[in-house]
């Protein structure tokens, strides 16, 4: 069961920033935020993910609030290959846990 | 990142037939993967856990004498969708986990 919340749907200017929010109100302390995204009849891919500390990798920027209950990715320049759905995770890191899908937000990147 | 595949990735099957899907992970070794069966316009939802060298663990609601699943290596896990029918039809996605889960490209099953 998702433990996650976020908008169903968002719109975006190409070449804009993306900012997707999540809410995670309930995550424990040995929990990860994940994000993956995933293009249509496509696997979710993987995107970023952090504990505590704001990370930034080549895909994207993940920032944590400071009392963990809710994040937002940040994808820097969008562009229309960047539509997709993204789906916000909250699990425990090295292990063998599965993950359990939200309903994610669905991103349309417009021209 | 580390690469998932998946075989077929869209099959046809008449009602009551078999099917079986293949998930592979190319260029590491997974003691666990995982399939996922998503509906159109819904999210993922986790359908079971393979464990290799040992018996699958099944979500709540999931029929394992329906599904079944066989991890024989550490680079293959196996389901077999056994009489099929229309309401099967469905894409089914596997996922391995290295140092993170990574997500094969899926499989579309249509049952007729």
């Known amino acids: 069961d998702a433990k996650t919340t976020q908008p169903t749907s968002m719109d975006c200017a190409e070449g804009r920033a993306a900012n997707l929010p999540c809410n995670h109100s309930?995550?424990?302390?040995?929990?990860?935020v994940y994000w993956y995204r995933q293009i249509h009849s496509q696997g979710p891919q993987y995107i970023i993910h952090g504990l505590k500390n704001n990370e930034t990798n080549e895909m994207a920027s993940l920032i944590i609030t400071e009392d963990r209950k809710s994040s937002t990715l940040i994808l820097p320049h969008a562009t229309l290959r960047d539509t997709a759905v993204y789906y916000c995770i909250v699990r425990v890191a090295d292990t063998g846990n599965q993950f359990y899908f939200g309903t994610g937000t669905s991103l349309t990147v417009i021209p | 990142g580390a690469v998932v595949s998946q075989h077929p990735s869209w099959v046809i099957c008449k009602s009551g037939t078999s099917v079986k899907i293949e998930c592979r992970s190319l260029?590491?070794?997974?003691?666990?993967m995982f399939w996922y069966r998503q509906f159109p316009k819904q999210s993922l939802m986790l359908m079971a856990t393979?464990?290799?060298?040992?018996?699958?663990?099944?979500e709540q609601g999931v029929e394992k004498d329906k599904f079944l699943i066989n991890h024989a290596s550490l680079t293959l896990s196996t389901l077999t969708v056994t009489s099929a029918h229309p309401e099967d039809s469905s894409f089914y996605i596997c996922?391995?986990?290295?140092?993170?889960?990574?997500f094969g490209p899926g499989t579309r099953l249509t049952v007729l």
């Open positions: 309930t995550i424990s302390g040995n929990e990860y």
């Open positions: 393979s464990n290799e060298g040992s018996k699958a663990t099944y």
């Open positions: 996922s391995a986990r290295r140092y993170e889960q990574f």
């Open positions: 260029d590491f070794q997974a003691t666990t």
